[in-house]
């Protein structure tokens, strides 16, 4: 049947950021549609929270606190995975804080720490989860990168965008490297998706929100249970020939001109 090819059973999935947000809910995907799952976040507590609703649905969880942008800990977590499930055949790459500033008065040492938040700590979570898949001959990758990764944003994104672009075209590059192998690689751009720390910037700027919707045509932000169908579809067989692919979740944000008009009748 044709739901057979979203069936994860017997599989392990590692996903990062998995104590909120769009992590949590691609573990809760995953773990749906029968996989087990390594939940890797600094925050322990929320993370055991997403492990007990995992384990709630008769699937094993292991929670795995890790600082994404250490490298020497990535490296280890994967030494912990080996050890837990003996196995892993999906990597969910989503943890990675933000920094935002305007380019002339941000830091060197910011836009380093901004590509060791969100680029090198992706980087070796991929290399360390494609070593083992490698080995397996099979295996499925999906980065977490933005609409940053490809547009600009402005409003002090310059460091986050130049990130976000590096995960885009990394993507593609591993993708290249290890598609004829048996790993696939792919990556979900999302547009602005509820979350505490976006939900105390619009606090801040009782503007922002507007500015957002007015690039929406869907009428809404996003919310984490919008990456659930395509987290389960790209993990799964039913996306077997699908590599290298950068897929917006975006409410329609990047099919619209930013001089056109969203959701109104025509002026004359």
């Given at each position: ?11 392990v ?7 909120r947000?769009?992590?949590?809910a ?31 649905l008769?699937?094993?969880?292991a929670?795995?606190?890790?600082d ?21 055949d ?33 980087f ?68 602005q998706v509820?979350?505490?720390?976006l ?21 809404r ?25 950068l897929?917006?979740?975006?409410g329609?944000?990047?099919a ?13």
């Amino acid at each position: 049947m044709i739901l057979d090819l979203f069936n994860l059973a017997g599989r392990v999935a590692v996903v990062s950021g998995a104590a909120r947000g769009l992590g949590r809910a691609m573990a809760l995907a995953w773990a749906e549609a029968g996989a087990d799952v390594g939940l890797v976040d600094l925050n322990a507590a929320g993370a055991e929270e997403t492990a007990r609703t995992i384990s709630a649905l008769g699937r094993r969880a292991a929670v795995f606190p890790c600082d994404v942008s250490n490298i020497e800990a990535v490296q280890g977590l994967f030494v912990r995975v080996d050890q837990e499930f003996g196995r892993i055949d999906i990597l969910g790459n989503v943890a990675g804080d933000g920094i935002l500033g305007r380019p002339e008065e941000l830091s060197v040492n910011e836009v380093d720490q901004q590509f060791r938040n969100l680029v090198i700590g992706r980087f070796t979570a991929c290399q360390e989860a494609g070593r083992r898949m490698l080995a397996a001959g099979k295996g499925s990758i999906i980065n977490i990168g933005s609409l940053a990764s490809i547009t600009a944003l402005g409003r002090g994104h310059v460091a986050y965008s130049m990130a976000m672009g590096a995960v885009a075209q990394m993507t593609r590059e591993l993708s290249t490297e290890w598609a004829a192998r048996g790993v696939r690689v792919n990556a979900i751009l999302p547009a602005q998706v509820i979350n505490p720390g976006l939900t105390q910037r619009m606090s801040q700027d009782p503007n922002l929100e507007a500015t957002y919707l007015r690039g929406i045509p869907a009428g809404r932000l996003g919310r984490p249970e919008d990456i659930q169908g395509l987290a389960v579809f790209l993990a799964s067989d039913a996306s077997a020939w699908i590599t290298g692919a950068l897929i917006p979740m975006d409410g329609g944000n990047l099919a619209v001109n930013a001089g056109g008009t969203v959701g109104r009748p025509p002026t004359h």
